[in-house]
C-alpha cells in the first residue's frame, strides 16, 4: 500500500534540501562544534515534525517512521551531551592560569580535549547523515 503524502510536498522537498545544506556544514563543522552540534538538534527536531506529517495505513512504513523518529531522538541526546561537552570545553578554555604548571596542564587537558570533540564529531555526523539518507529515501519513496 503506498503512503499518502502530506497537502504540502514542497515542505518535504524545502527540508531535503535544507537539510542537505545544513548537514555539510555540521559535518565540517564551519562554525565551530557547539555551533554544529546546535544545528544538528535543530535539524532533527525538523526531521521529526516531518516524520509526523508523513500519513500510511501501512504498518511496514509507519514502523519505519516510528524506528526513524526514536533514532532521531537518541542522535538528538547524543549531541545534547556534545554540546554541554562543548561549553564546558569553551567554560575551561577560559580559565585563568596562575603559573606555569597550570598552563602545561590546561595546554594538556585541551590537546586531549580537542581530539575528543574531532573524534565525537565526526562520529555524530556520519550518524546524522545515515540518518537524513534514510529520512531522504522514506519521504521520496513513491
Known amino acids: 500500500?503506498?503512503?499518502?503524502?502530506?497537502?504540502?510536498?514542497?515542505?518535504?522537498?524545502?527540508?531535503?534540501?535544507?537539510?542537505?545544506?545544513?548537514?555539510?556544514?555540521?559535518?565540517?563543522?564551519?562554525?565551530?562544534?557547539?555551533?554544529?552540534?546546535?544545528m544538528a538538534q535543530t535539524y532533527l527536531d525538523r526531521a521529526i515534525q516531518i516524520l509526523d506529517l508523513k500519513r500510511s495505513r501501512d504498518r511496514a512504513f509507519l514502523s519505519e517512521i516510528g524506528a526513524l523518529k526514536s533514532t532521531a531522538k537518541e542522535i538528538l541526546q547524543e549531541y545534547a551531551q556534545f554540546e554541554t561537552f562543548c561549553g564546558e570545553c569553551e567554560r575551561f578554555d577560559h580559565l585563568v592560569t596562575h603559573s606555569w604548571i597550570e598552563?602545561?596542564?590546561?595546554?594538556?587537558?585541551?590537546a586531549k580535549s580537542r581530539?575528543?570533540?574531532?573524534t565525537v564529531g565526526h562520529l555524530l555526523a556520519y550518524k546524522i547523515r545515515?540518518?537524513?539518507?534514510?529520512?531522504c529515501s522514506l519521504l521520496t519513496d513513491k
Do not use: C
Open 103 to 110: 598552563w602545561l596542564s590546561k595546554w594538556l587537558v585541551r
Open 130 to 135: 545515515a540518518f537524513h539518507s534514510r529520512v
Open 1 to 38: 500500500m503506498q503512503a499518502q503524502w502530506p497537502e504540502n510536498s514542497d515542505e518535504i522537498n524545502v527540508f531535503i534540501v535544507e537539510g542537505t545544506h545544513r548537514l555539510a556544514t555540521i559535518s565540517i563543522n564551519d562554525y565551530g562544534f557547539l555551533q554544529s552540534a546546535k
Open 115 to 118: 581530539g575528543y570533540l574531532e
